[in-house]
């Protein structure tokens, strides 16, 4: 997915969940954070970031938060850019050979999914999640407690109980990882559900990415350590 007008900063402060203070060409803006995880490794007074300005003049805020710089690292942080470039890297015929379908956002149970799709012969959703926190190359999600999370996870079991194929894709929001992995320490029922989930048959893959400050692209696949 490619972004467009791509602007470097500088992050100062975040009042809120919603918005944060960066520096840009020496003035200080308001920006909206499309991510509204903690991300406190991530964002740290100082920290390079790049902002996307906005062609609607009407918004409260001009600039969104694209991506942070965390060391050598270029870590995206566009909450809605994983279920983007999974439908790209999906519809491109690189999960399900002869997709015919690929529909977003698709209500099953008490869950709505982010997709669901067909195949010949085929059928099944799946629920992607973002994945933003690192350490040593190490990969961990959620990176705070997750009770949505846990109820699509029960949600894909039922599916999957149902007929259907089920997966639970986890984009990494970066590249050059070692392996992803359940953040247990912080949300050990994700953990266990997760675990519960890959033993019932629901597919749980991980994908990592190619970080441009103006662009995400799916790279390949990555270890998934349970």
Not at 187 to 210: K, M, N
Request: include cysteine; proline fraction near 6%.
């Amino acid at each position: 997915m490619q972004y467009q007008k791509i602007h470097p900063a500088v992050f100062r402060a975040r009042p809120n969940r919603f918005v944060a203070q960066m520096e840009l060409a020496g003035e200080t803006v308001t920006c909206h954070v499309k991510n509204t995880g903690r991300c406190r490794e991530l964002l740290v007074p100082g920290a390079r970031v790049y902002l996307e300005e906005s062609g609607n003049p009407h918004r409260k805020t001009k600039y969104d938060l694209i991506a942070v710089e965390k060391g050598e690292r270029l870590i995206n942080m566009d909450a809605q850019a994983p279920n983007q470039v999974f439908g790209e890297w999906a519809r491109a015929g690189k999960w399900v050979p002869d997709l015919t379908l690929l529909r977003p956002e698709t209500k099953y149970g008490a869950s709505r999914f982010d997709f669901y799709w067909e195949a010949p012969g085929r059928r099944g959703f799946v629920e992607v999640k973002g994945v933003t926190l690192e350490e040593d190359g190490v990969v961990r999600f959620p990176d705070a407690p997750t009770l949505r999370g846990v109820k699509h996870l029960e949600e894909l079991m039922a599916a999957k109980e149902a007929g259907y194929e089920a997966a639970v894709c986890f984009v990494i929001q970066m590249g050059d990882v070692r392996w992803m992995e359940p953040n247990d320490r912080t949300h050990p029922e994700f953990g266990e559900t997760l675990r519960r989930a890959a033993r019932a048959g629901v597919q749980v893959l991980a994908l990592d990415c190619a970080v441009q400050p103006d662009r995400l692209d799916i790279a390949g696949p990555v270890e998934v350590r349970l």
